[in-house]
């Protein structure tokens, strides 16, 4: 018998993709319920274009006869009834993460407020720069360890090689490019896949590369905005998760864009980053399906 008195506090989430088929929704519910679990939120989508379907759930244990890992292995004859691919894991557990950042430091500081505060649940193992130290000495660290990683043309891969092997031993789930602006190689960038977050200082597809806030003043454009996505072997054209803008006038220098565009990035890179730790963004092909919460 079950014992609905011995309740958890624990939420644990459950994200899924899968070809879409009759019957998922209640195969996860049915499971949940069978093995003494109560859904506290669902949220799921149908693409009827590619066909896939996706779902977010976060549940709690409201019976001790079955220990989340027990749950976690038993969800497998599900998973591989209706071919989903999935995450399983407690909310509570944080994903560790490693910051990368060059001279503009405006995003690094926001994520480390917010981390302080508890407002992005998340274990910093490393920040990675191509700038010194000293560079960023109004910063408390916290006791986060700093890595001095300079990077010219010709040192590049050797740079990038100590950058894996950094997020390999400090155990990094997450690499963040908190304004880093360096291009990562395609090797690089495919060890990282769908690991690594990067704050784009434009509203993409729109105004790629270098100065974009230059690019946009030069067209006289009305609105700007950054973008948060995936970082793949193609430049800036990895799934986006978070965009924003913010209405400009003809009055507007592009100091003042660039000074604008500052606050956009820090609060769009904040919430990405803040949905891909908890589970909230599936990817879609080149796109992202993101249940917002």
Partial sequence: MTNPAAASTETYVLTLSCPDRPGIVAGVANFLFEHGCNILEAQQ???????RFFMRVSFERVSDDFSFEEIRTAFSAVAQGFSLNYRLRPRSQKRRVMLLVSKFDHCLADLLYRWRIGEIPMDIVAIAANYPRETYAHLDFDGI???YLPITKATKMEQEAQLWELFQSSGAEVAVLARYMQVLSDGLSAKLSGRCINIHHSFLPGFKGAKPYHQAFERGVKLIGATAHYV????????????????ITHQDSAE??????????????ARALAWHLDDRVLTNGHKTVVFRD
């Avoid at 793949?232 to 209405?247: A, C, F, K, Y």
């Avoid at 604008?260 to 769009?268: F, L, N, S």
């Fill in 256 to 269: 003042a864009l660039v000074r604008k565009g500052r606050d956009i990035e820090r609060r769009v890179l």
């Fill in 145 to 147: 360890p700093f890595h």
């Fill in 232 to 247: 793949t072997s193609d430049l800036d054209e990895g799934p986006i998760i978070e965009q924003d803008v913010e209405r």
């Fill in 45 to 51: 989508f149908d693409d009827t274009e590619s066909g």
